[in-house]
């Protein structure tokens, strides 16, 4: 069964950066397409990006278009995450879901059946 594991969370002063990382294990790395989600108190997990199987496709959340860059390599996803600001505070959540289509990517919470714990992230203004 596939287990996610994210790190790289923590506290940055707005315009700053991190990096979040996703490790895939117990399962086949290339069947997965992956997602990055986030979700603050009182609200609903919502989409961040997504990348297909081969890495090939990626998409985004319009909020975040042009800021963040999702991308994966030996079983490993990758949200790197440029100008931060203090409405990116959240929780952010990796999922993944098996894909028989190596191009596609999915947006919608219920299109993924595995979950990482989450890793906070805090922007200070």
């Known amino acids: 069964q596939v287990q996610l594991v994210e790190s790289g969370g923590g506290l940055v002063q707005a315009g700053g950066s991190l990096s979040l990382s996703c490790v895939v294990s117990g399962s086949t790395f290339s069947i997965y397409a992956m997602g990055w989600f986030r979700r603050t108190p009182g609200k609903e997990r919502e989409f961040v990006a997504a990348i297909s199987r081969r890495g090939a496709t990626t998409y985004y959340a319009d909020s975040v278009l042009g800021r963040f860059t999702i991308s994966r390599d030996n079983a490993k996803v990758i949200l790197k995450m440029n100008n931060l600001k203090v409405e990116d505070t959240a929780v952010y959540y990796c999922?993944?879901?098996?894909?028989?289509?190596?191009?596609?990517?999915?947006?919608?919470?219920?299109?993924?059946?595995?979950w990482g714990q989450g890793t906070q992230v805090t922007v200070s203004s």
């Open positions: 999922g993944a879901t098996r894909s028989s289509n190596p191009s596609y990517y999915y947006t919608r919470i219920s299109d993924y059946n595995t």
